[in-house]
Nanobody
Framework: EVQLVESGGGLVQAGGSLRLSCAAS????????IGWFRQAPGEGRVGVSC????????YYADSVKGRFAISSDNAKNMVYLQMNSLKPEDTAVYYCSVDSSPWGSNSCDRVALWDYWGQGTQVTVSS
């Protein structure tokens, strides 16, 4: 059974940093693309950053480029999202997801294609 457990969310002031973690289990980690998504109140879920398992290629949404960084530790089955220079508009529930396609960075903007989801972790950025 695929399990994804996010942690690291919280309340931070604008300009601050957080690092989200996602612990993955129940599948061959190296074979799946990994992504972080977020959902703000009243809005749909959108892709933030993804990594393709085939070549390590990454995708970042324009709104987070230069501020967020996705990384993974395949030995520990962990995925991270380092978030710097946080803004109030980054406030959302952040979700970790995996995609059996090895080219997940190409579909980070298509939420419906992703296969499994964690329960999410709340990030709140105060102004």
């Amino acid at each position: 059974e695929v399990q994804l457990v996010e942690s690291g969310g919280g309340l931070v002031q604008a300009g601050g940093s957080l690092r989200l973690s996602c612990a993955a289990s129940g599948f061959t980690f190296d074979d799946y693309s990994i992504g972080w998504f977020r959902q703000a109140p009243g809005e749909g879920r959108v892709g933030v950053s993804c990594i393709s398992s085939a070549n390590g290629r990454t995708y970042y949404a324009d709104s987070v480029k230069g501020r967020f960084a996705i990384s993974s530790d395949n030995a520990k089955n962990m995925v991270y999202l380092q978030m710097n220079s946080l803004k109030p508009e980054d406030t959302a529930v952040y979700y970790c997801s995996v995609d059996s396609s090895p080219w997940g960075s190409n579909s980070c903007d298509r939420v419906a294609l992703w296969d499994y989801w964690g329960q999410g972790t709340q990030v709140t950025v105060s102004s």
